[in-house]
C-alpha cells in the first residue's frame, strides 16, 4: 500500500532527474556555441585572446547559472523537500 | 547524506553556530593574520606591494571607471572565496561556500557595494538607474537587481554543493582512489568561480558608477552620418 508521502518521494525524485537533465540541454548548448565563437574570434585577432577568453569566462558563469537554478531546484526536491515532514 | 544544512557545533540556547560560522571565522582571522604579519615584514610587506599593483592593473584593465577604490573590494572577495572554496578538500572540514547563508551574505555585500560605489559617484542621481530608460521599466529593474544579487548566491552555492556531493557519491560507489581527477577537477571550479564571483562584483559596481562618468563627462560631438 502506497502513503501520500510515498508517492511525492517518487514524483520528487523523477522530477530531480528531469530538472537536471531537461535543465542543462539549453546552457551546455549556449556554452558550447559561446565558446566556438570566441575560439573563432582568438583565431581571427591573437592579440584580443586574454580580453576575449576573460570575456567568454564571466559569461559562460551567466549562462552557467540557469543550470545551477536547475540543480538548486533538484537539490532542494531531494534533500529539503518542503511536501515531507 | 544531508547536503543542503551544514552541521551545527555549538549550540546556544536557540541559537545554533554552524561549522560555516567557525570556518569562516577562522579563515578571516588566517587572512587578516597573513597581512598583519605580513607588512611588519619589509620584504614581504613590498612582495604584497607588488602583487598589489599587479592586480590593479588587471582590474583597470577591465573596465572604463577608476577602479582604484574597487581594489580592497575584488581583492577581498578574490582571497576570502578562494580560501572558503579551496579549504574543503582538507579532511573533516565542509567548505564554508556550500552554504547557502555564506554564499547569500557575500552576495549582499556584492549588493550593498554597487549601491553605495553607485551614490558616492553620482549622489542622488544613481537612484534615477531605476527608472531608466523609462519609469514603467522600475519594476523590471529591481527585478533585475534583485535576480543578479541571487544569480550570484545560486552560482556559488550550486558550484561548490555539486562538487561536494559528486565527489561524495563516488567516494561511496568506487572508494579511495577514483575521486581524485574529481577533486582536481574541484580545485578548478574553485579557482574559477571565486575569479568570477569577483569579477562581477566588479562589473556590476564599475556600471553603477558608469552612468556618473557618462554624465560628467562632455559629450563629443558624433561626426555626421555615423550610425549611433
New interface residues.
Partial sequence: MMTPHDWISIVSIVTAGFAVAVGSIAPAIGEARALTQAMDAIARQPDAAN?IS?TL??GM??V??TA??A??IA??LL??NPLLP | MDAMTPQVWLQLGPLGLTETVFVSGALTVLLVGVGAVGARIRAVREAYEVLYEMVEGMLQEMVTVDATPLVPLILTQWLFILSANLVGLLPVIASPTRDLSLTAALAIVSFGAGHVYGFRAQGMAYLKHYIEPNPIMLPFNIVGEASRTLALALRLFGNMVSGEIVGGIVVSLAGLLLPIPLMALDVLTSVVQAYIFGVLTLVFTASAMQVAVKKTVPETPTPAGSPT
Fill in positions: 580580453s576573460r569566462f564571466v558563469a551567466m552557467e547559472s545551477i537554478y540543480l538548486v537539490l532542494v534533500f529539503a
